[in-house]
């Protein structure tokens, strides 16, 4: 039998989505070994029980809390597909505001229909196995993480900082021209594609397991930056309170 698996979104750009659909070839080839019997985007097929469950977005009302949760008990595998749902990502900028003020900012007189909270990553509601990072996620690294666990091997990622395939790249630094860049504490894998486009590193893939945040902290201020300044950085996509020694 096929291994099912099931997509699902919450709060988000369905961007993460997309990414996978844009697979295209890759895509052919996943359906001769996984049968997908959910994806709002193609197909939904409720109620049947699934072997990995990839889900997109972040929650931020309570009727998403319980579908989140028999989700959860239909799948033997939930992944986090993306930042939104890994850590939060760009949605928790909401959070930077009263919530109330904000819905009405965006919603105007509809606003009373909608009971949107606070948003919150997955693993805030639930138990989550895995986490694929990226805003959006990056294709090829979901293949490997879907092919490990076709294999029923843990899957893994990049342990290392962006600097290093910045580097390997030989990409001129954000910093020599004035520019932050989370690079030094943000975790590999997209091959620096934001710096190779000419911007700098946000932060969209999270935190080093283990970022040196003392030593780029103290790069930082000797730019002049103040504290509140240097936690700005972090709250583009969420990072805020994860940074440690
Ligand atoms: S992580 Fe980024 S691309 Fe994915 S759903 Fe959230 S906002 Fe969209
Ligand atoms: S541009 Fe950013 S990622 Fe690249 S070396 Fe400089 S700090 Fe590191
Ligand atoms: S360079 Fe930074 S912000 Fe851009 S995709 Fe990579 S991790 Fe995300």
């Given at each position: 039998m096929k291994t099912r698996i099931g997509f699902f979104d919450f709060t988000g750009c369905e961007g993460c989505q997309l990414t996978v659909m844009n697979l295209e070839n890759d895509l052919l080839q996943i359906l001769k070994l996984v049968?997908?019997?959910?994806?709002?985007e193609l197909m939904s097929a409720d109620g049947v029980?699934?072997?990995?469950?990839?889900?997109?977005?972040g929650v931020s009302r309570k009727v998403d809390e319980q579908r989140l949760q028999t989700i959860r008990r239909r799948?033997?595998?939930?992944?986090?597909?993306?930042?939104?749902?890994?850590?939060?990502?760009?949605?928790?900028?909401?959070?930077?505001?009263?919530?109330?003020a904000l819905r009405q900012q965006v919603y105007a007189s509809n606003?009373?229909?909608?009971?949107?909270?606070n948003p919150r990553p997955l693993h805030q509601v639930v138990q989550v196995d895995f986490g694929i990072p990226g805003c959006p996620i990056d294709g090829q690294e979901?293949?490997?993480?879907?092919?490990?666990?076709?294999?029923?091997?843990?899957p893994e990622l990049p342990?290392?900082?962006?600097?290093v395939e910045c580097k390997l790249?030989?990409?001129?630094?954000?910093?020599?021209?004035?520019?932050?860049?989370?690079?030094?504490v943000t975790r590999a894998g997209c091959q620096a594609i934001c710096i190779a486009g000419g911007d700098r590193c946000r932060g969209c893939r999270g935190l080093l397991e283990n970022p040196r945040t003392t030593p780029y902290h103290r790069i930082l201020e000797e730019q002049?930056?103040?504290?509140?300044?240097?936690?700005?950085?972090?709250?583009?996509?969420?990072?805020?309170?994860?940074?440690?020694?």
């Open positions: 049968e997908v019997v959910e994806f709002r029980d699934l072997d990995i469950a990839f889900i997109e977005g799948s033997r595998t939930l992944v986090a597909l993306g930042a939104c749902a890994t850590n939060g990502g760009v949605n928790l900028l909401g959070n930077h505001r009263r919530i109330d606003a009373v229909h909608l009971q949107t909270e979901f293949l490997a993480v879907l092919q490990a666990l076709l294999l029923e091997r843990a342990s290392f900082a962006l600097c790249h030989e990409y001129p630094c954000s910093f020599d021209y004035g520019e932050i860049c989370l690079g030094p002049g930056m103040s504290v509140e300044e240097i936690l700005d950085q972090y709250r583009t996509f969420g990072l805020g309170g994860q940074h440690e020694s």
